[in-house]
């Protein structure tokens, strides 16, 4: 049999297919000493070892058997699998919303590859309609693919080319939009366009999955139909993240752009409005219910306002004990012109950082002080080391999650210098990246064990 068939495999794995005769796609039964398997043999990544051999099951997910305990295999299909969906034109319904489909990349237009492994960034927007036929039944959908890299990768230079396209769509008169973005720094470009497009008259719904589109557990397609419905059915004209609420498909969050923050790495209902309450639910059955009494709502007119700035010589550093002096001259020593701290408790940090902090403040960097807690406020007057902090030129940064408050200060600072123009900016909310007080539900972090959590869990859902 050629090479050709047994993709990746070497060594033990290798001659164990060449033994059985049995081929990558092929559709095989593997006895073990474990229990008899039945599935798909997939391709191998090239860093993998050669003591596995890699099964899709019927459920869809992967396996790996251990060489050693296969005792018979037997190929009784061979179809050789096409991962790639083709683009569908996507079809036109009349009376039915526009909305733009901006694709940047990221596990929402994505898919395994299998030559490593990995999850690259490979569907085009149109490959994502021939996926998720739904989307038809909510809106007449148009795709753009703006940028096709991992969240990691997206920076200022991506903000800027988003709010412009953002601001061009709006100026021709789509109904909505819709930017596919992978979940890590999610957050940091939902708040980047709050600040770089302001007073949008249509919603800008910012959507990810944690799971990719291979995956029967994805949250790909839901999450999209979510966004989709948002896009060109709500009335909340803001940038909005929208991603799963509970863990199981019940209905997703609308989380406003400045508050929402990604909380755990692998669960689909990562996302979570903090200090505040998501904007709104919503649901393929009921669409978009507000949370929020106050919002910006949806309006006919095309007015928008596009502010794509951004300094990138703005740091954000994490405030630990013992953290020494020279992480502040170095940002100031090599020309950092803002500095995001997130202290400890209402915004503190170690006596031997002040001559490092004072240098830079009569240097002209910018610093904010935010608290690393993530929820509650800065209140830099309470004890004499915030009162201290402050004098040398550190400003309170009240409550604004730390990573809104650096992506906040790098828009500022592309835009002046003035130390008193930047903190008047900085200070002056866009849309709740600081808030005057926290709600009484807006904090609500509880730990299993508890008897009242435990009798919430049994009665609801996680």
């Given at each position: 049999?050629?090479e050709?068939?047994?993709?990746?495999?070497?060594?033990?794995?290798l001659?164990?297919?060449?033994?059985?005769?049995?081929?990558?796609?092929?559709?095989?039964?593997?006895e073990?000493?474990?229990?008899?398997?039945?599935?798909?043999?997939?391709?191998?990544?090239e860093?993998?070892d050669?003591?596995?051999?890699?099964?899709k099951?019927?459920?869809?997910?992967?396996?790996?058997?251990?060489?050693?305990?296969?005792?018979d295999?037997?190929?009784?299909?061979?179809?050789k699998?096409n991962?790639?969906?083709p683009?569908?034109?996507?079809p036109?319904?009349?009376g039915?919303?526009?909305?733009?489909?901006?694709?940047?990349g990221g596990?929402?237009?994505?898919?395994?590859?299998?030559r490593?492994?990995?999850?690259?960034?490979?569907f085009?927007?149109?490959?994502?309609?021939?996926?998720?036929p739904?989307?038809?039944?909510?809106?007449?959908l148009?795709?753009?693919?703006?940028?096709a890299?991992?969240?990691?990768?997206?920076?200022?230079?991506?903000?800027?080319?988003?709010?412009?396209?953002?601001?061009?769509?709006?100026e021709?008169g789509?109904?909505?939009?819709?930017i596919?973005?992978g979940?890590?720094t999610?957050?940091?470009?939902?708040?980047?366009?709050?600040?770089?497009?302001?007073?949008?008259?249509?919603?800008?719904v910012?959507?990810g999955?944690q799971?990719?589109?291979?995956?029967?557990?994805?949250?790909?397609?839901l999450?999209?139909?979510?966004?989709a419905?948002?896009a060109?059915?709500?009335?909340?004209a803001?940038?909005m993240?929208?991603?799963?609420?509970p863990?199981?498909?019940?209905?997703?969050?609308?989380?406003?752009?400045?508050?929402?923050?990604k909380m755990h790495s692998?669960?689909?209902?990562?996302?979570r409005?903090?200090?505040?309450?998501?904007?709104?639910?919503i649901?393929?059955k009921?669409g978009?219910?507000?949370?929020?009494?106050?919002?910006n709502?949806?309006?006919?007119?095309?007015?928008?306002?596009?502010?794509?700035?951004f300094?990138?010589?703005?740091?954000?550093?994490?405030?630990?004990?013992?953290?020494?002096?020279d992480?502040?001259?170095?940002l100031?020593?090599?020309?950092?012109r803002?500095?995001?701290?997130?202290?400890?408790?209402?915004?503190h940090?170690n006596?031997?950082?002040?001559?490092?902090?004072e240098r830079?403040a009569k240097?002209g960097?910018?610093?904010?002080?935010?608290?690393?807690?993530l929820?509650?406020?800065?209140h830099?007057?309470v004890?004499?080391?915030g009162?201290?902090?402050?004098?040398?030129?550190?400003?309170p940064?009240?409550?604004?999650?730390?990573?809104?408050a650096?992506?906040?200060?790098?828009?500022?600072l592309?835009q002046?210098?003035?130390p008193e123009?930047?903190?008047?900016?900085?200070?002056?909310?866009?849309?709740?990246?600081?808030?005057?007080?926290e709600?009484?539900?807006?904090?609500?972090?509880?730990?299993?064990?508890v008897?009242?959590?435990e009798d919430?869990?049994?009665?609801?859902?996680?």
């Amino acid at each position: 049999m050629s090479e050709d068939f047994f993709q990746g495999y070497k060594g033990h794995a290798l001659e164990l297919l060449k033994k059985y005769n049995v081929r990558v796609w092929g559709t095989a039964e593997i006895e073990t000493t474990r229990g008899k398997f039945a599935g798909t043999v997939l391709p191998r990544s090239e860093n993998d070892d050669d003591l596995h051999i890699v099964l899709k099951i019927i459920t869809g997910y992967n396996i790996g058997l251990d060489v050693k305990t296969i005792t018979d295999m037997k190929e009784i299909g061979y179809k050789k699998a096409n991962y790639k969906i083709p683009e569908k034109e996507f079809p036109f319904t009349d009376g039915f919303p526009a909305v733009k489909l901006i694709g940047t990349g990221g596990t929402i237009a994505s898919r395994l590859d299998y030559r490593t492994g990995a999850v690259i960034p490979a569907f085009s927007p149109g490959e994502l309609y021939g996926a998720v036929p739904e989307l038809a039944d909510v809106c007449n959908l148009t795709t753009e693919k703006l940028f096709a890299v991992f969240s990691e990768n997206m920076g200022p230079e991506q903000y800027k080319k988003l709010a412009i396209a953002i601001g061009k769509e709006i100026e021709n008169g789509i109904d909505g939009i819709i930017i596919g973005h992978g979940t890590d720094t999610l957050s940091h470009t939902a708040a980047a366009l709050t600040f770089m497009v302001q007073n949008s008259p249509v919603p800008i719904v910012l959507v990810g999955s944690q799971r990719s589109s291979d995956r029967p557990s994805s949250d790909a397609a839901l999450n999209l139909i979510h966004a989709a419905t948002a896009a060109g059915h709500g009335d909340i004209a803001e940038v909005m993240v929208c991603m799963f609420g509970p863990t199981s498909d019940e209905y997703g969050f609308l989380h406003r752009g400045t508050r929402v923050r990604k909380m755990h790495s692998s669960y689909r209902s990562t996302f979570r409005t903090l200090s505040d309450t998501p904007l709104a639910t919503i649901s393929k059955k009921d669409g978009v219910r507000p949370i929020k009494k106050e919002y910006n709502h949806r309006r006919k007119d095309r007015n928008v306002i596009i502010k794509p700035f951004f300094e990138e010589k703005v740091s954000i550093v994490y405030y630990y004990p013992n953290m020494q002096p020279d992480i502040i001259d170095s940002l100031t020593d090599n020309g950092y012109r803002g500095i995001i701290i997130a202290g400890t408790g209402l915004g503190h940090i170690n006596k031997p950082l002040y001559p490092a902090i004072e240098r830079a403040a009569k240097k002209g960097v910018h610093i904010f002080m935010a608290v690393q807690t993530l929820y509650g406020f800065c209140h830099m007057y309470v004890y004499d080391t915030g009162r201290d902090l402050m004098a040398k030129g550190i400003i309170p940064a009240e409550n604004f999650l730390p990573e809104t408050a650096y992506i906040k200060l790098g828009w500022v600072l592309g835009q002046t210098d003035d130390p008193e123009e930047v903190k008047r900016l900085m200070m002056t909310p866009i849309n709740d990246e600081t808030t005057r007080r926290e709600p009484y539900n807006g904090y609500l972090v509880y730990q299993g064990g508890v008897p009242e959590v435990e009798d919430f869990l049994k009665t609801f859902h996680k």
